[in-house]
């Protein structure tokens, strides 16, 4: 480093400071590049909103695929907001601090287990457990979305935890002592304090769950169409390109490629609008 | 009719308390099913020795030895650049337009599902590159995947270390550069060390990524060129596969004990530096 | 400091890596169909017990990725399993090792045992969606196939013709992946290789015949396809090796007992 010099320490690191931004446009790039050509050849529409998925026909329509994703995710939103929300309001405002410093970490932890180990245990309890007690091939929208739900908890629960926080005590000691309860304090006051930090946890989750593979793979079923009942099996985005990806050349690669494209641009607006709802949060501060 | 607020306040408990019980039920269900099903299986035999007929028998050391080499390339090559832009953002500017742009991407390549990172490794490191399926094209693939989790830590870390070390430094005429290496990198260490153990745990747990850019093969890898197979992918090509269940279960408790030791260790740093530095 | 010391380490990784490069032994990768892996898995094995001076690494990806990486010379040799080869794949050269039957799979609680090739037609076409319309229970039949560009599946297709798969069809990437469903779901069907065939699932009799080794090789039991090696140039040098180590007697005595026909025998 010393014969680098001050300066160059500086430009060195100035250097590597977009490392992650280069990153980031290497892979949309390399994405684009792959998967555009595709799409404008192949008709935007027709790709987006044709229903009939046949590589080898040359048929490439990915709207059950997109209409998969959105079922899946809102259901996983279904279960994993109230209970993420409930979660973290009930950890800052009615525990001890003592015992969410052990219940947070604990939590963050379910973020740590692997996808795949998630994808099995639905597929070993909880896709049985539909079969036997609803009916249908049992591998359906109904387990993908309880599944993903359950793996964007953290997410949620950590940053609604931290958003919570962040409000200022003054806000609770004012409710409090115009003789709310507590809890009325939590809903009247304290959430909607926190309300841009919840949505943005919400959001990040949407996008961990419309983002999410190996799981989904395994506990959907991955049949190319569009949904009729939370029973019935469907294949995501996701699983479209994970499942195809080994086998496919020529068009059909171009095509998971371009699913590719549309999954990303699907994950840069949750991110902005998550990252707006963040920045919203910290200018109201 | 009314309900009196003490009542609402007590169902409204109930049920707030009733899901972080239910959140902590899943987690301990998960964990649990996995030791019960997966401890039996596992004896140092099992980790030690190479697998036969595809991994329906024997152990999975192989599997074993490519986790670690992926995840210490992945790790090796993010972790200057994670720092080294921490310090950058940190350090050398003030807020503006740049630091703006870098904190953006960083949060959006945060946001990038692995599966994406799985289709660019394929054909940047694989194809483009020719580096084939190898260690090395996973484990680049890999730290791109985990150079967020890095930037991230390590800024928060620096940011923790009080102004008054930086200022006593630069009085006794230290350099931006020898405050940074001599005081600053050795009190944001537990912090810069909990992002990159994070790090680690997300590399060792990562499939769809490592699938497309390392491959699947169970031999042992002779090189970082060769191809290898993770625990993860282990465990999902036997358990899909159904080759064993037993030797998918054993992989699967190896896995979570790893991960867990891992994510534990990199909290209890984390804890350890935030009590310190308040 | 620490930083210094992070930068050594990662240049260590690259000599690392670099020295691997540069110590390159003898080594020939295959690649392709999935429903051959394992058993290419195994002769590897074999293979580099008599061989230890050539390494011989397997991938899976399909009968597609064989074909292509065998083009791209990604792969030394590919392992396709399909009835007719695509166009592109003319220009490579083709050794068959072994013919592979395609078994009609059910859950052993299903107690149907033997379809007509009409049956299995109208069953994955979707036309016929209740067990009870083929002589089984009054239940509805869940179709599980394969992904589009697999091998197993274009060729049970060709051989069966005119199907066009139902959109209820569950897909799953592999033989495996097939047999666990099945194995899983009372209700389901699906196709495999009959390699694969195991206690966990129920083969079904086709037009009468078993998919078993003699009724495939007395020609009664018709969805059977050929597994080609291919390479870009004739075989020379190691690649030769491995491909004549394939044809041995040893090679096809194991490919024999694991349930594949071999075609010398």
Redo the contacts between chains.
């Keep these: 480093?010393k014969l680098l010099g001050?300066r160059g320490?500086?430009r060195?690191?100035?250097g590597?400071?977009?490392?992650?931004?280069?990153?980031?446009?290497?892979?949309a790039l390399?994405?684009i590049k792959?998967g555009l050509p595709f799409i404008i050849g192949y008709g935007p529409a027709k790709f987006l909103l044709a229903s009939d998925?046949?590589?080898?026909l040359g048929r490439f329509g990915i709207w059950p695929m997109i209409v998969a994703s959105v079922w899946v995710t809102l259901g996983a939103m279904l279960v994993g907001a109230?209970?993420?929300v409930?979660?973290a309001?009930?950890?800052t405002e009615?525990v001890p601090r003592r015992v969410m410093g052990v219940?947070k970490?604990?939590?963050?932890?379910?973020a740590?287990?692997?996808?795949?180990?998630?994808g099995?245990?639905g597929?070993m309890?909880l896709?049985?457990l539909i079969?036997s007690s609803l009916g249908g091939?049992?591998?359906s929208v109904l387990a993908g979305a309880a599944i993903l739900g359950?793996m964007i908890?953290p997410t949620i629960?950590s940053i609604s935890i931290d958003s919570i926080q962040a409000v200022p005590n003054s806000y609770r000691e004012g409710s409090l002592a115009l003789g709310?309860?507590?809890?009325?304090t939590?809903?009247m006051v304290t959430i909607p304090a926190a309300k841009s930090g919840i949505i943005a946890s919400i959001i990040?989750g949407m996008?961990r769950a419309?983002?999410?593979?190996?799981a989904v793979?395994?506990v959907a079923?991955?049949?190319?169409?569009i949904p009729g009942s939370p029973l019935d099996?469907v294949?995501t985005l996701?699983a479209n390109?994970?499942?195809?990806?080994?086998?496919?050349?020529g068009r059909?690669r171009e095509a998971?490629?371009a699913t590719?494209v549309v999954?990303?641009v699907i994950?840069?607006i949750?991110?902005s609008l998550?990252?707006m709802a963040i920045r919203k949060r910290a200018a109201k501060r | 009719m009314r309900i009196p607020p003490k009542h609402t306040q007590r169902a409204a408990v109930l049920v707030m308390g009733l899901a972080t019980l239910f959140t902590l039920a899943i987690l301990v269900f998960i964990i649990l099913f996995v030791l019960e099903k997966g401890l039996p299986v596992v004896s140092l035999k099992f980790l030690f020795t190479n697998p036969q007929d595809m991994g329906k028998s024997g152990g999975i050391l192989p599997t074993l030895v490519g986790t670690i080499l992926l995840t210490l390339v992945a790790v090796a090559i993010a972790t200057p650049l994670g720092v080294g832009t921490a310090i950058y953002l940190t350090e050398y500017t003030r807020e503006s337009r740049i630091t703006r742009i870098i904190r953006f991407g960083a949060d959006c390549l945060a946001g990038i599902p692995s599966i994406i990172f799985g289709l660019f490794g394929f054909i940047f490191f694989v194809t483009i590159l020719k580096m084939g399926w190898s260690i090395m094209s996973g484990g680049l693939t890999l730290a791109f995947m985990i150079l967020p989790t890095i930037i991230r830590t390590a800024e928060e870390a620096i940011k923790a270390v009080p102004n008054s070390y930086r200022e006593v430094s630069f009085s006794l005429g230290a350099t931006r550069w020898e405050t940074v290496q001599k005081v600053v990198l050795p009190s944001a260490l537990p912090g810069i060390v909990t992002g990159i153990m994070l790090g680690v745990g997300r590399s060792i747990g990562e499939t769809a990524a490592v699938i497309f850019t390392a491959g699947s093969s169970l031999r042992m890898p002779a090189s970082l060129m060769d191809s290898a197979r993770t625990m993860s992918v282990h465990f999902y090509i036997l358990a899909r596969e159904g080759i064993s269940t037993e030797n998918a279960y054993g992989t699967a408790a190896i896995l979570v004990i790893t991960i867990l030791f891992i994510n534990l260790t990199a909290y209890s740093l984390m804890n350890r530096f935030v009590a310190k530095n308040n | 400091m620490r930083f210094r010391k992070t930068f050594a380490g990662a240049a260590l990784c690259a000599l690392i890596a670099l020295l691997g490069c540069g110590q390159k032994r003898q080594s020939v990768t295959l690649a392709g169909s999935t429903a051959f892996q394992p058993f290419a898995e195994k002769l590897a094995g074999q293979f580099m017990q008599a061989n230890p001076e050539i390494n011989v690494t397997v991938q899976g990806g399909g009968s597609a990725v064989g074909i292509q990486s065998t083009l791209s010379q990604a792969a030394d040799i590919g392992m396709a399993d399909l009835v007719e080869l695509p166009e592109e794949a003319r220009n490579l050269v083709a050794i068959e090792v072994a013919r592979d039957g395609i078994a009609i799979v059910v859950n052993p609680n299903n107690p149907v045992a033997g379809l007509t090739s009409q049956q299995v037609r109208d069953i994955f076409s979707g036309t016929v969606s209740n067990w009870k319309q083929v002589g089984g229970d009054d239940r509805p039949i869940t179709v599980v196939s394969r992904e589009a560009g697999s091998g197993t599946r274009s060729s049970f297709e060709q051989i069966l013709g005119n199907i066009s798969l139902t959109k209820e069809a569950l897909i799953q990437d592999s033989n495996g992946t097939i047999r666990e469903t099945v194995a899983n779901d009372a209700n389901a069907v699906g196709y495999l290789s009959h390699g694969l065939i195991n206690d966990k699932i129920k083969p079904v009799k086709v037009d009468g015949a078993d998919c078993t080794t003699p009724e495939i090789m007395a020609g009664r039991y018709k969805l059977v396809r050929p597994v080609y090696l291919l390479t870009l140039e004739p075989p020379a040098g190691a690649i030769k090796q491995v491909l004549d180590y394939m044809l041995s007697s040893e090679a096809q005595a194991t490919i024999d007992g694991c349930g594949l026909i071999p075609v010398k025998h």
Aim: glycine share 8%; aromatic share 10%.
């Design positions: 480093m001050e320490v500086q060195l690191l100035a590597i400071a977009f490392s992650a931004i280069s990153a980031l446009l290497l892979i390399f994405i792959e998925w046949n590589p080898q109230p209970l993420g409930a979660c309001a009930y950890l009615f219940v970490p604990t939590i963050e932890l379910l740590g287990i692997p996808s795949v180990v998630y099995f245990i597929v309890v896709a049985p079969r091939p049992g591998l359950v908890l629960i709310a309860t507590r809890w009325q939590t809903y990040l996008g419309i983002g999410e593979t190996m793979i395994m079923g991955n049949a190319v169409k099996s294949r996701t390109i994970a499942l195809e990806m080994g086998y496919a050349t059909h998971l490629f590719g999954l990303l994950i840069m949750l991110n998550a990252g």
